[in-house]
């Protein structure tokens, strides 16, 4: 958690610097495409069938292309690919951890407010774990080690929905993800995984 701060605090702390060799805020009825970088935290929980858990907090880092879909609009189309920390936490120190490559696929809407560009979006998201631990006690073992519990599933999907704020290239956003698959390996039972997000980051 503390490393997680640090790094936030560090993109903030940046954030004077990069106004200073902006050449310019985001232009709604000029700009065509767009990428970016995003670094950022989220409060994961799991849910569904007897499963109710606390925040786990965790990292997020990517990066985005964005894509402007309409001559007449300023709607724009945007992927990317995002390394998440997910999972959940129980008030006995019970805590079920891992990591995901997210792809999302969100249609953002901008808005001009004065100097800035507020812009809302939603869209789904393909996820992969590819590690993970489970804590439980005193005893430790891989999230997906079917020999030791049921066990998660590694693919997943869902939305995400929230808005963004641009202004000279810097870029802020929070919003929500919440799964629609079922994680569960266990038959006759649900999970969900969904996650509270802000981050921060540079347009391009």
Avoid at 53 to 81: H, Q, Y
Avoid at 97 to 111: A, F, H, M, Q
Avoid at 176 to 202: E, M, P, T, W
């Amino acid at each position: 958690m503390k490393k997680i701060l640090v790094s936030i605090v560090a993109m903030l702390l940046a954030v004077p610097s990069f106004a200073q060799f902006s050449s310019g805020g985001f232009d709604l009825d000029k700009e065509s495409m767009y990428y970016g970088i995003r670094i950022g935290m989220t409060g994961a929980t799991l849910s569904g069938d007897h499963v109710k858990s606390d925040m786990k907090m965790g990292m997020v880092l990517g990066a985005v292309l964005g894509i402007r879909v309409s001559n007449t609009t300023p709607l724009f189309l945007e992927s990317g690919a995002y390394y998440s920390e997910r999972g959940g936490k129980n008030e006995g120190g019970g805590k079920v951890g891992y990591n995901n490559l997210e792809i999302p696929l969100l249609i953002k809407y901008g808005v001009k407010a004065g100097d800035m560009a507020v812009l809302p979006f939603f869209g789904p998201y393909f996820a992969y774990a590819f590690s993970g631990k489970v804590k439980i006690g005193d005893e430790s073992f891989g999230t997906f080690d079917e020999k030791k519990w049921d066990g998660l599933k590694r693919a997943n999907m869902g939305f995400k929905l929230g808005c963004g704020f641009e202004f000279n290239k810097l870029y802020a956003e929070a919003g929500y993800q919440f799964g629609v698959s079922n994680i569960s390996k266990s038959d006759g039972h649900s999970i969900h995984s969904n996650a509270l997000f802000v981050n921060v980051g540079i347009n391009f």
